[in-house]
């Protein structure tokens, strides 16, 4: 090839190449990323089916990461905290509330969420703002179990031995405060519910850290009854046919508000607003809720229909003082530990 | 290869090892941290006076020291199969090893749990045989970890025996044998002792594997059995105590090393060839 065959085919190449750059697509103006820290499983495919609406009114993009457990997303959070990477956190009450204590997180600026004028004051705090509640309650076979629990009580019936399972972790040791709840004490007087379940060792099979656990043990036939259970994880199970059942005993009554945080730190604070309140809003909650089997923050939302078949009016929700648990969590986790947790 | 081509291929191994110690030394300062930025030993203190903490430490190098020879007495024949058998049995072993090494740690729990659960294989295969009227309690004690430590660290024991075992010499096992000793004798004089550093680093391999453990003892154990990594776990984690936490790791990782250089003084000894 001639050096004036080549020169004419690199200016050939070289029209073709502009030519094409300038025909590209070029791409539209970045659209502003929020990263939201949310467990996995069910919590994440609830979230993933309402994402678009979500980032069509926010006008973001919204990336998820998993979390394997509220704790265990607070402590990233503390080990991001010089340069965060999560603009949005879910988790629990308790965990929350370490995480505001801890400077993670920072105080919600309400008046900045107009849907937040729809939720009830009692599930917004300073570490966030609840974007549903979960409903806990007793989760069990019915072809392992001989008879229809309905109480918390019937979990000591002596017809369970060995058939039940339970979580002192779970849920902040919600389990020992509803033990010590229906014995007469509180979260104050946490004696009555270490003797209660004391009593309960002969029916106990196992010990979960984590919701989806408890739900393997069962699935396995290891255990017939998980005492502490979370709706949302095993919702998908219920339903006519199925040998899972799912109580909600009607005293006292748990229901667990997730709480949606704002981290501290992060350069797209006034996106994460906008979909907190994305995230608020009815039709987003409503699809949320029917995937998860939860109750909306939003009052204006309805609940699943599902849910009313087997849910009680939910007139004995017990508030948790959470403030005096985490104060003293670690002195009741050693006490489970050698008094419960042991043959 | 100049010195300084040789020192920037060094680099990287440095930048790993210098993260690793920085890691470390966090810890180690983590676990003497105490209230409004002062420095105590008091989680030390707490730890070596609290029986019910130093039982998780010593129960987890109980059930180490005691899974890791049973490890080695049935990965041993393993490797001595693998090294001497045909190819396409070598190839299905190593086939088996490595797809259990690969698999997660806790689909292979639920397996165990499918042999030794309530409704599992042995229990099933027991009540049919009219061995039992009830199931044996196989899970949720000692006994499930310790299977699972003993079966799961397999790998770690039989590659390094195997990448021994195939490179002695043949020759040797043969003028054993035209001396007159007989198959025991060639293993036990002959081919045990040239095969010394492979079990030294499959004992080291497991010996860590089984202390460390902590999906196993967390889903077999069924909260009956938690080892020291569900304690320093939970004291991180949930009781967000990092300081008590940072405590029993480093004791840990003391009486860790300890251990580890015990068994290499020892391997030393005994695998190095008796010179002239």
């Given at each position: 090839m001639s050096n004036a065959c080549r020169r004419v085919m690199f200016v050939v190449l070289a029209m073709v190449l502009t030519l094409a750059l300038g025909l590209a697509p070029r791409p539209a103006a970045a659209q502003t990323e929020i990263v939201l820290m949310t467990w996995g499983g069910a919590f994440h495919d609830a979230f993933q089916a309402v994402k678009a609406d979500i980032e069509k009114a926010a006008d973001v993009k919204l990336t998820f990461v998993t979390q394997t457990g509220a704790a265990g997303g607070l402590s990233r959070l503390e080990a991001q905290k010089?340069?965060?990477?999560?603009?949005l956190w879910t988790s629990i009450v308790s965990t929350a509330d370490a995480g505001l204590k801890s400077g993670v997180v920072e105080p919600l600026p309400v008046a900045q969420i107009p849907n937040l004028k729809s939720v009830p004051d009692y599930l917004v705090t300073p570490a966030g703002t609840a974007i549903w509640s979960s409903l806990r309650g007793i989760f069990y076979r019915a072809d392992k179990v001989p008879f229809e629990i309905k109480t918390w009580e019937d979990l000591w019936d002596a017809r369970l031995k060995g058939l039940v399972s339970t979580s002192f972790i779970l849920d902040k040791g919600n389990f020992l405060i509803m033990a010590s709840l229906i014995s007469g004490g509180s979260e104050r007087d946490i004696d009555k519910g270490f003797e209660r379940v004391k009593a309960l060792k002969p029916n106990l099979a196992l010990f979960y850290k984590t919701d989806s656990e408890s739900i393997k043990f069962l699935q396995a036939g290891e255990a017939g009854v998980a005492g502490w259970g979370i709706l949302p994880n095993v919702y998908k199970l219920?339903?006519?046919?199925?040998q899972y059942r799912f109580v909600v005993p009607a005293k006292p009554q748990f229901m667990a508000p997730i709480p949606i945080s704002l981290v501290k730190g992060r350069p797209n604070r006034a996106a994460a607003l906008r979909v907190i309140d994305a995230i608020l809003a009815p039709a987003v909650q409503e699809k949320l809720v029917e995937n998860l089997g939860s109750v909306p923050a939003n009052r204006t939302a309805k609940a699943p229909a599902k849910i009313r078949d087997f849910v009680?009016?939910?007139?004995?929700v017990y508030k948790v003082d959470w403030g005096y648990v985490n104060t003293h969590f670690a002195e009741w986790e050693s006490r489970w530990n050698r008094e419960i947790q042991t043959r | 290869m100049s010195r300084r081509a040789a020192a920037l291929l060094v680099l990287p191994a440095i930048a790993v090892l210098a993260v690793f110690v920085a890691a470390m030394a966090l810890t180690g300062l983590t676990s003497f941290a105490a209230d409004a930025g002062r420095w105590s030993v008091k989680h030390y203190v707490r730890l070596v006076s609290d029986s019910h903490y130093l039982g998780y430490l010593w129960r987890s190098f109980r059930i180490a020291a005691y899974c890791t020879p049973i490890t080695l007495l049935l990965g041993y024949p393993v490797a001595l199969v693998m090294a001497t058998a045909s190819s396409g049995v070598r190839l299905g072993l190593t086939l088996l090893l490595v797809v259990q090494f690969f698999t997660s740690y806790v689909i292979r729990a639920y397996a165990l749990m499918l042999v030794l659960g309530n409704n599992g294989v042995v229990n099933r295969a027991l009540l049919a045989l009219g061995v039992v009227d009830q199931p044996l309690t196989?899970?949720?004690?000692e006994f499930g970890v310790a299977v699972s430590l003993v079966l799961l660290p397999m790998p770690f024991m039989v590659f390094p025996i195997y990448s021994v075992l195939k490179n002695v010499e043949p020759n040797l096992e043969a003028a054993a044998t035209s001396l007159g000793a007989d198959r025991l004798r060639v293993f036990w004089h002959v081919t045990f002792p040239l095969t010394l550093p492979g079990v030294v680093a499959g004992v080291v391999l497991v010996f860590l594997f089984d202390l460390t453990a902590y999906i196993m003892p967390g889903l077999l154990g069924g909260g009956y059995f938690d080892m020291v990594a569900n304690v320093i776990y939970d004291q991180a984690?949930?009781?967000?105590?990092q300081s008590f936490a940072a405590a029993i790791s480093m004791v840990l990782l003391v009486a860790t090393l300890a251990v580890l250089y015990l068994t290499t003084r020892w391997g030393a000894r005994y695998a190095e060839p008796p010179r002239e």
């Open positions: 010089a340069n965060p990477q999560v603009d219920l339903g006519p046919g199925s009680p009016p939910l007139d004995n | 196989l899970m949720y004690n984690m949930e009781v967000r105590d």
